[in-house]
């Protein structure tokens, strides 16, 4: 078999693997189709264009209202003990608060009060979707299906229209980190270390904003796959009702 042909069938296979479980049959489709073409560039070209799978990150939607109980749960602990990743600002804005009492220049102290915004609103944020999130998974709304899955798209709901306050906690906390220290260094050696940290925030920081996009999207998809199994609930229930 020629290298490029087996380039080709190795990039989908490996396309295959790392796809996300709902991208997992889009994946194995793509890599079946490197089999039937005849050119062996073709076929490699074909597998470099299957990679943009890996970028689409989707779960395996529910089947049924029965797997509602356990998703959110699983939503539930993943959100109390991820918090979006807020734990950076979070546990920096003690030592802040302690910076913004230093004598140091006005853009430094500037820096030190956006990491502390950014340390509070985080905190906050936290706390109250801890709450609401751990009041609505007592045992009683787990056992009740179709309450389950209305409390569930409740909160999936009420996390897609709040995630700007993540977003924003942690643009301040960047922000905050960059102008912290309070200008470029003059030495030229501390300059270039100065700007490729910053540069590294900076592309961070972008990269903490598309991820929360994502997540979002998912969050969105799982509402509209409940929507749907919610409206066949109400279907068979007005059928019962009915006989």
């Known amino acids: 078999m020629p290298l490029v042909r087996k380039l080709a069938l190795k990039i989908s296979t490996e396309v295959v693997i790392w796809a996300s479980p709902g991208s997992k049959e889009w994946a194995e489709g793509l890599a079946r189709e490197v089999a039937f073409i005849e050119s062996d560039w073709a076929a490699l070209r074909w597998s470099l264009g299957s990679i943009r799978v890996l970028f689409?990150?989707?779960e395996v939607p529910l089947a049924s209202l029965d797997e509602v109980a356990a998703q959110f749960q699983k939503f539930t602990q993943r959100f109390i003990y991820s918090a979006f990743g807020l734990w950076f600002p979070i546990f920096r804005g003690p030592q802040s608060v302690f910076m913004l009492f230093r004598p140091k220049s006005e853009i430094a102290?500037?820096?030190?009060?956006?990491i502390v915004f950014a340390s509070i609103s985080g905190l906050i944020f936290w706390l109250v979707e801890r709450r609401r999130l751990k009041q609505q998974t007592t045992d009683e709304v787990l056992d009740n299906v179709l309450a389950c899955a209305l409390r569930y798209r409740a909160a999936l709901k009420r996390v897609c229209s709040a995630i700007w306050i993540p977003a924003l906690a942690f643009t301040s906390f960047w922000t905050g980190c960059m102008l912290e220290d309070?200008?470029?260094?003059s030495p030229p050696p501390y300059r270039t270390t100065y700007i490729v940290i910053r540069t590294t925030y900076i592309v961070v920081g972008i990269c903490y904003v598309l991820a929360l996009r994502i997540v979002q999207r998912v969050f969105q998809r799982r509402i509209e796959r409940l929507d749907v199994l919610l409206a066949e609930k109400s279907g068979a229930l007005s059928m019962d009702g009915v006989d």
């Open 109 to 114: 102290q500037l820096g030190s009060a956006l």
């Open 182 to 185: 309070g200008g470029i260094p």
């Open 56 to 58: 689409d990150r989707r």
